[in-house]
């Protein structure tokens, strides 16, 4: 027998405050009543209680709610789910290539542990959630905090690269994304050897240098362009990983 888990009134209003100021632009009213679990009579009582506690919620028929600008909460307010789903992504790191970000996500943890009520701090600390790696880190030959400086410069950069077959190249890259995944961690990039997107094992670049080189386009525009690229080269596997993510080495 399955039992549905009601959510309590206050989570559910902060909740919808966490859906509007999540999406960019307006919500239809039965999209958040879907994803509360609750009819639109519900969420519309939900909706005027929080008008009338001076939230800038703002509701246009046919078109939706959203928050107006000029809105925020206090920054530390979170439900059981929320906290759940923090430690289960510090937990994911832990035991990967970059030890640094997995240190950064046990520091998060434990700066909001002590800051966040007792009975909210043994649900973050005892969450009964796990991933553990069933397979050796890789072991590599550049620092992972270098990839991640130069995504967040926005720079271009030079490899050194040895691909499947064991042949070694030097490329310079325009660096748009890392993805994580078992037993690999993999780095996205627009390659201007081969003048196409491709994907680098980031265990087979014995060299990152980072250039005095902005990329030619925002990083986000790259990645808008890689995902397309990605949708038209794979459009079977896009149905069915909604992450977009594909590996496409060379």
Do not use: H
Not at 95 to 104: K, W
């Amino acid at each position: 027998m399955f039992y549905t888990v009601r959510m309590r009134r206050a989570d559910r209003l902060l909740q919808i405050i966490q859906i509007l100021r999540r999406v960019n632009g307006p919500i239809a009213a039965s999209t958040i009543a879907e994803e509360l679990e609750v009819s639109l009579r519900t969420l519309y009582r939900d909706m005027a209680s929080l008008e009338s506690t001076g939230v800038p919620v703002r509701g246009e028929a046919g078109v939706g709610y959203i928050l107006e600008d000029g809105y925020d909460m206090p920054p530390l307010m979170f439900t059981v789910s929320e906290l759940e789903a923090l430690m289960l992504g510090a937990r994911m790191l832990d035991g990967r290539v970059d030890q640094s970000l997995s240190r950064a996500a046990k520091d998060a943890v434990a700066k909001i542990a002590t800051v966040i009520p007792k009975d909210l701090r043994e649900v973050l600390i005892d969450t009964p959630l796990f991933a553990p790696q069933i397979v050796d880190a890789q072991k590599l030959a550049i620092d992972p905090i270098s990839i991640r400086q130069s995504l967040r410069s926005e720079s271009q950069v030079a490899i050194t690269y040895e691909d499947l077959k064991g042949v070694i190249s030097t490329r310079t890259i325009w660096p748009i994304l890392i993805s994580f995944f078992q037993g690999s961690t993999v780095l996205a990039a627009w390659c201007t050897l081969r003048n196409d997107f491709r994907s680098f094992r980031i265990d087979r670049i014995s060299i990152y240098q980072i250039l005095d080189m902005p990329l030619p386009k925002r990083r986000k525009t790259l990645f808008a362009e890689w995902k397309r690229s990605q949708v038209e080269r794979y459009p079977k596997s896009q149905e069915k990983n909604t992450s977009g993510v594909q590996i496409r080495g060379v």
